[in-house]
């Protein structure tokens, strides 16, 4: 009993003395809460938050110097609307000499600075030019912070989903490579009251991807930097430009277009070692074959992007239809070769046929024994010249 007083005893109190930090933690939060909202007060006092900070460092001509870097959280190109979803962390970083202030600690060197506070406060106006649309994530709470530190420097960042308009080339389709771009610039200041530079001191890159990122259909080659500010009537508007160079995979469009139509392209190549009497069969074998064929670009065009222009993709349909649719042409002139030298030999074997040019050139193109001279020079040349094709077309393409 006495072993289990003791025990009861002990873990009251532990319990006292977790409470009695709980209790002190929150008290010391509420303390340093109450003291934040102090010093802003102190602060904002008399502050202009329309007013543009010349912040140190910056020069006269070109106003407060604002800092952008981004990280990447998720990348998706569409070919159907030629548009780019994005969703990535904006950071900013400018220095305000009107939010200086002495810290009483090491602790308050640098403070979070409540959402309610962004409200009283300058920020620069950085929108996205070529963003169709927009919006700042919420759940569970607004998706921002902003950290003042006691120099007057200020870091934000703001987590954000945006469609970019992402003009695309699609002549190289599916082995096409794009680049999409993406500008952030001044609404209302313009070069000399603020400036736009690439962040380099909070961070090792202005562009950061995500580790996890994976985009469906492309790789992201690499991403560049450049200045777009662009002079609007007799202003110059600050601006920063971001290029993601993206290069689609192949290996989707192979497996599902390229291997299934050189697939049927032999098989309408079939009817040449056919017996030239196997009418039916041969006439089958190309209208099978067209028919797929037609399912197949019927089918590429439906996943592929609406353009007024030739792609890659339609170049090698086209090519396929154009052989099929030659084999066909190749049995037509192999029956009627046949017909003409049956009648010819039937003429022949009545004695009302003269031995004239014509009944010569049919019995050199028809034996009718064999599969016929017009059969075995197709077996060469369908697939030398599609090999002729191959040759040019996947170098022309892929580079």
Same mark, same amino acid.
């Given at each position: 009993m006495a072993e289990l007083r003791d025990e009861l005893q002990s873990e009251l109190?532990?319990?006292?003395?977790?409470?009695?930090?709980?209790?002190?933690?929150?008290?010391?939060?509420?303390?340093?809460?109450?003291?934040?909202?102090?010093?802003?007060?102190?602060?904002?006092?008399?502050?202009?938050?329309?007013?543009?900070?010349?912040?140190?460092?910056?020069?006269?001509?070109?106003?407060?110097?604002?800092?952008?870097?981004?990280?990447?959280?998720? @990348?998706? !190109?569409?070919?159907?609307?030629? %548009?780019?979803? &994005?969703?990535? /962390?904006?950071?900013?970083?400018?220095?305000?000499?009107?939010?200086?202030?002495?810290?009483?600690?090491?602790?308050?060197?640098?403070?979070?600075?409540?959402?309610?506070?962004?409200?009283?406060?300058?920020?620069?106006?950085?929108?996205?030019?070529?963003?169709?649309?927009?919006?700042?994530?919420?759940?569970?709470?607004?998706?921002?912070?902003?950290?003042?530190?006691?120099?007057?420097?200020?870091?934000?960042?703001?987590?954000?989903?945006?469609?970019?308009?992402?003009?695309?080339?699609?002549?190289?389709?599916?082995?096409?490579?794009?680049?999409?771009?993406?500008?952030?610039?001044?609404?209302?200041?313009?070069?000399?009251?603020?400036?736009?530079?690439?962040?380099?001191?909070?961070? @090792?890159? !202005?562009?950061?991807?995500?580790? %996890?990122?994976? &985009?469906?259909? /492309?790789?992201?080659?690499?991403?560049?930097?450049?200045?777009?500010?662009?002079q609007y009537a007799s202003e110059k508007y600050p601006c920063l430009e971001i290029q993601f160079h993206l290069k689609r995979y192949i290996g989707y469009h192979l497996l599902q277009t390229y291997m299934p139509s050189f697939l049927i392209l032999l098989l309408s190549w079939m009817q040449f070692w056919m017996k030239a009497k196997d009418t039916t069969g041969r006439i089958l074998v190309g209208l099978l074959s067209m028919l797929a064929m037609l399912m197949i670009s019927h089918q590429a065009a439906e996943d592929g992007p609406e353009v007024s222009y030739m792609t890659a993709m339609d170049l090698w349909i086209g090519v396929c239809l154009f052989f099929i649719f030659s084999s066909l042409v190749e049995l037509l002139i192999v029956l009627n070769t046949q017909q003409s030298s049956e009648e010819t030999d039937n003429k022949l074997g009545t004695g009302d046929a003269p031995h004239d040019r014509t009944s010569k050139i049919m019995q050199a193109l028809w034996n009718p024994e064999g599969f016929g001279k017009v059969d075995t020079v197709a077996r060469i040349v369908f697939p030398a010249v599609f090999l002729l094709f191959n040759i040019f077309y996947w170098p022309f393409y892929s580079y």
């Open positions: 109190s532990d319990k006292t003395r977790s409470d009695y930090h709980l209790i002190r933690s929150r008290r010391q939060s509420d303390s340093d809460k109450r003291n934040i909202e102090s010093l802003f007060k102190r602060l904002t006092v008399n502050y202009d938050k329309n007013a543009v900070p010349l912040g140190e460092g910056s020069k006269s001509d070109e106003g407060t110097q604002v800092s952008i870097a981004i990280y990447v959280l998720s @990348l998706t !190109p569409s070919h159907q609307d030629m %548009s780019c979803d &994005i969703t990535f /962390y904006l950071r900013q970083a400018w220095n305000d000499p009107r939010l200086k202030f002495s810290p009483q600690s090491d602790s308050e060197k640098k403070l979070s600075i409540p959402l309610e506070a962004w409200k009283q406060l300058w920020v620069p106006d950085v929108f996205i030019r070529n963003g169709q649309e927009s919006k700042i994530h919420d759940v569970t709470v607004d998706n921002r912070m902003m950290k003042l530190e006691f120099t007057g420097d200020i870091f934000s960042a703001i987590k954000i989903t945006a469609k970019l308009n992402c003009p695309m080339n699609f002549a190289s389709y599916p082995m096409d490579e794009q680049h999409c771009p993406m500008f952030f610039e001044s609404f209302s200041h313009p070069w000399n009251e603020m400036s736009l530079h690439f962040m380099t001191k909070k961070v @090792l890159n !202005p562009v950061e991807i995500a580790e %996890s990122l994976h &985009i469906s259909h /492309y790789s992201l080659v690499n991403t560049t930097t450049s200045d777009c500010s662009k």
